[in-house]
């Protein structure tokens, strides 16, 4: 420990600050990663199928139904008034 300490030919103390060197690159290299290139993406921690899908609103899953012929015009119809009582008139979005 001594050798450490004095500069005798040694490395010396500042050998010590390696350790935080690498540390502060790592966390910013997870940084700059987050903020950029996982953006929109979720990032790896997060599980696949964590959000709604943007078409699983109730009104995109009414007119797949109907499309695919589950259900007949004047279901869809009441249905969908059904939907605009409860939500309010609904847009593109989905969104009231």
């Known amino acids: 420990m001594q050798t450490l300490a004095g500069w005798d030919g040694g490395p010396?103390?500042?050998?010590?600050?390696?350790?935080?060197?690498?540390?502060?690159?790592?966390?910013?290299?997870?940084?700059?990663?987050?903020?950029?290139?996982?953006?929109?993406?979720?990032?790896?921690?997060?599980?696949?199928?964590?959000?709604?899908p943007a078409g699983d609103s109730p009104l995109a899953l009414l007119g797949r139904r109907f499309a695919s012929g589950e259900i007949d015009e004047d279901e869809y119809w009441r249905r969908l008034s059904v939907l605009e009582e409860h939500f309010g008139r609904v847009g593109k979005s989905g969104a009231a």
């Open 12 to 52: 010396g103390p500042w050998i010590l600050f390696f350790p935080l060197i690498w540390a502060a690159v790592v966390v910013g290299a997870v940084t700059v990663l987050r903020r950029t290139a996982w953006r929109g993406r979720g990032g790896p921690w997060r599980p696949v199928g964590a959000e709604r």
